[in-house]
C-alpha cells in the first residue's frame, strides 16, 4: 500500500523594518482548507494561483488568481477550495491599533460571551454556564453569538486559546510550556489546532521569529 503524502505547510516568516515587526504567510498552490479564524492584524492575501471563495460574516465572494484582498482585524474568515488544483498565496498581517481587539467587552451578547471565554484556563467551553452568566439560554446564546461574529462559541474559544499560544512563542516560550499555559491539552492538541488554523506548526511559527531576532 502506498503511503500517503504528508500534507503541505504553510511558510512562516518575520521582516523586521522602522515601521515594526510583519508576519507573512506563503502557501504553495493547494487544496488548503483552515477553520474560520481571525487574525490580530488586517490580513492582506495576495491569491498568486488559482481561485478560492473567501467567506465572510457579510457572506462569500470569489478570489481569483491576480486579485489582492483584505480582511480587517479581528474579522472572522476562512478561505475555501472551489476546485481540486486549489490557490498559492501570501498573506501578510498589519497591525491595526485603530480595530478594538476581539476580547474587547462591549454591550452586545457576543461581547459579553467573549469576556467570558478569555477568562477561562481550559478549553473546556462549557456553553450552558456561559450562557447561564449572559442570562440567556444556550441556544439563544450559540444563535446570537454566531450571527454576531461568523463562528461558534467553541470554535471562537479555541482561537483564544491559539492567540494567547502565539504571544508566548513570539517570546520564545518552549512549544510544550505554552501548550499548557494556553489551554491546551498537551503539545500534540496545540499542534493540531496550530495546523488546522494556520497551516503550518507552532514550532514553525516560533522560529520564524527566533530568526527575526
Not at 474560520?36 to 457579510?58: C, I, S, T
Request: hydrophobic letters at 45%; a positive charge.
Amino acid at each position: 500500500m502506498r503511503a500517503r503524502a504528508p500534507a503541505p505547510r504553510t511558510a512562516f516568516r518575520v521582516q523586521r523594518s522602522e515601521a515594526g515587526a510583519v508576519e507573512s504567510i506563503a502557501g504553495d498552490r493547494h487544496a488548503w482548507r483552515f477553520r474560520p479564524h481571525f487574525h490580530a492584524g488586517d490580513e492582506v492575501v495576495r491569491m498568486l494561483a488559482g481561485r478560492a471563495r473567501l467567506w465572510l460574516p457579510a457572506g462569500a465572494r470569489m478570489v481569483r488568481a491576480g486579485d489582492t484582498v483584505t480582511v480587517p482585524a479581528g474579522t472572522v474568515h476562512r478561505f475555501e477550495p472551489v476546485d481540486r488544483y486549489g490557490w498559492a498565496f501570501v498573506s501578510e498581517f498589519v497591525p491595526n491599533p485603530r480595530v478594538p481587539p476581539a476580547t474587547e467587552s462591549g454591550d452586545t451578547l457576543g461581547a459579553q460571551a467573549r469576556a467570558l471565554l478569555v477568562r477561562r484556563s481550559s478549553l473546556h467551553t462549557d456553553v450552558e454556564s456561559v450562557a447561564q452568566a449572559c442570562g440567556v439560554s444556550a441556544g439563544h446564546l450559540a444563535r446570537a453569538f454566531r450571527r454576531e461574529t461568523g463562528t461558534g462559541l467553541h470554535n471562537f474559544h479555541v482561537l483564544l486559546a491559539l492567540h494567547r499560544a502565539k504571544a508566548l512563542l513570539r517570546q520564545h516560550v518552549p512549544v510544550a510550556e505554552v501548550a499548557l499555559d494556553a489551554g491546551f491539552y498537551d503539545q500534540a492538541h496545540l499542534n493540531r489546532e496550530f495546523v488546522r488554523t494556520f497551516g503550518m506548526t507552532p514550532a514553525t511559527f516560533r522560529d520564524g521569529w527566533a530568526l527575526a531576532g
